[in-house]
């Protein structure tokens, strides 16, 4: 009797009654390859009508027909095209035609782990053909059956208002696999997953510290876990890219009725987010709009303001820190995104500051302000409370960023002094702001920057007037303000001074200059600049004047 599975593999089929008293000469490697049919060589020109996954037999006669007396030559060329044409194994009747199958064949299909069989003699072709077909067809059937009833099931739980949660119980009971449902950066949203399974995926690599699944190691091919793999499935609605479907499934490789009922569930589950997604586009304008009032002080009295914060589920009860963060624009040798790419950026990055800062607490109120997303993060009621929110914001911005798989783009952040108090944090939002545009200006992309740290930067941003800072640059610095290399020369050597107090031979070694060189050096500034080594004054002025240019450029 033949082990029912979804699809029938060459050893199953060996197993069977039907091919009782058959050997296997050669290609163990090859017997779990799925049969879908058997083709009987008939002729000797067979080539061209043998089909991919189908078993191959023979009586042996079409062998000695071809050329009488045959070679071993012959059979070996036929074992490699067979293979190469997806035959998944050749079955040959041995004595009376062929008394034995040539070493060299034998030697090659074991290379090539294509299973060659020593037929009994008293087998009847066309019962193995009827047989293999009768159990093809039962298990298409069967596939189909099992389909259906995840169709209807899936049906039913959707009209009943069920979660992404519950869709996922139903796929992984019905398939008997690992499943999670992800946003399309891997960032999990629902799952049916023992510990055991999720410890296996992270020894894998596919989980990163964040505990973000890397969706994209196992996009265009399955993934191998130990005997089986993983799998994903990409969930899609009007052309926009919303989620993926992780199936895990360590014992076994999916059938195919196992992918059939995948991409059906993907359809499902695109038609859950769609729906949510359009209520939380509704509830995040909503939550959005109201923080912005608080950042305005037009959200109403103290009292109104921190009831009306705790119906999001938020605490504005407390000393916190503004978080303001934003995608960082395209580098000069990244492709131009289009306004719909832009916002597929901002809607995953919002939804990741959104999980994140749940996971730490889901008390933190966090908004997606259109162009950047801004977080109220708790200051710890502690002795080191600095140190302990500096960690606890280094450790929500970590987990954000992961390790940039899944499409996720570098991003900046700026972070306010502590808000006391709720009137704070008007003044807070502001620093935040400040803070991420003067840490982008100074230190790039992808910078974290507090605005206790701008130092002298926060004056200077403080300044609306850009063409008034970019003339006083020019008025201290004359020539060193061009946009010339030796310019810029000059310019590293003069803040090298200016960083070692004017110790010329620090400087040199930092520079890696001779001394001599570096004197030749100062002389040539002070001619430029006058005597900035004796007048405290200009030596402030040409410090200001380069952290603008270093601000603005």
Avoid at 372 to 391: K, Q
Avoid at 394 to 405: C, F, K, L, S, T
């Amino acid at each position: 009797m033949i082990v029912e599975s979804d699809a029938l593999s060459v050893r199953e089929l060996l197993a069977g009654d039907v091919l009782a008293g058959s050997d296997l000469l050669a290609g163990g490697a090859g017997l779990d390859a799925t049969v879908t049919g058997v083709g009987v060589m008939e002729v000797p020109d067979v080539l061209d009508r043998v089909k991919p996954q189908e078993l191959l037999v023979t009586s042996g006669f079409p062998l000695v027909a071809a050329t009488p007396g045959a070679t071993s030559l012959d059979l070996v060329e036929l074992v490699g095209e067979l293979h190469a044409r997806g035959v998944v194994g050749f079955g040959i009747k041995l004595g009376r035609y062929v008394e034995q199958v040539p070493a060299e064949a034998v030697a090659l299909a074991d290379r090539l782990g294509f299973p060659l069989i020593a037929l009994p003699g008293e087998l009847a072709l066309e019962d193995l053909v009827r047989e293999v077909h009768e159990v093809v067809t039962d298990r298409e059937r069967q596939v189909l059956r099992r389909m259906d009833e995840l169709n209807t099931e899936l049906g039913t739980l959707v009209l009943a208002g069920a979660d992404l949660a519950q869709i996922a119980d139903e796929v992984a009971r019905s398939l008997d696999v690992g499943l999670l449902i992800t946003t399309s950066d891997g960032r999990e949203q629902a799952a049916s997953l023992e510990p055991a399974l999720r410890e296996r995926l992270a020894e894998a690599g596919l989980l990163d510290p964040s505990g973000r699944v890397r969706v994209e190691r196992a996009t265009a091919t399955p993934y191998p876990l130990g005997d089986g793999e993983v799998r994903t499935a990409k969930v899609a609605a009007a052309g926009a890219d919303l989620a993926r479907l992780v199936c895990v499934s360590p014992e076994r490789v999916m059938a195919d009725g196992d992918i059939q009922a995948l991409e059906r569930t993907a359809m499902v589950v695109a038609l859950i987010f769609t729906r949510h997604q359009a209520v939380a586009a509704v509830e995040n304008k909503y939550r959005g709009d109201f923080l912005r009032d608080v950042f305005m002080a037009r959200a109403g009295d103290e009292e109104f303001v921190i009831e009306h914060a705790a119906s999001f589920g938020w605490d504005l009860n407390r000393p916190m820190v503004v978080v303001s963060a934003e995608v960082d624009p395209p580098q000069p040798d990244e492709p131009p995104a289009g306004a719909l790419v832009r916002r597929s950026w901002q809607d995953r990055f919002a939804a990741a500051w959104r999980q994140v800062c749940q996971s730490v607490d889901r008390s933190i109120a966090t908004a997606d302000f259109s162009t950047e997303v801004v977080a109220l993060v708790p200051v710890p009621d502690a002795p080191a409370a600095d140190d302990a929110v500096r960690r606890a914001v280094a450790g929500i911005v970590a987990a954000v960023a992961g390790d940039r798989g899944g499409g996720r783009r570098p991003f900046s952040v700026g972070v306010s002094r502590v808000a006391a108090e709720l009137g704070d944090l008007p003044e807070a939002y502001s620093q935040a702001r400040r803070a991420k545009l003067v840490g982008r200006r100074v230190s790039g992309p992808k910078s974290t920057t507090w605005f206790d740290d701008l130092g002298v930067h926060r004056l200077i941003a403080l300044v609306s007037d850009q063409d008034e800072l970019r003339q006083f640059a020019v008025d201290v610095l004359g020539d060193l303000a061009a946009d010339t290399e030796e310019a810029a020369d000059l310019r590293a050597t003069l803040q090298n001074l200016l960083d070692t107090n004017l110790n010329v031979a620090e400087a040199a070694r930092l520079q890696f200059f001779h001394y001599n060189t570096m004197r030749y050096r100062v002389t040539k500034l002070e001619r430029l600049l006058g005597p900035f080594t004796s007048d405290p004054s200009l030596r402030l002025n040409i410090a200001l004047a380069l952290q603008v240019l270093e601000m603005h450029g």
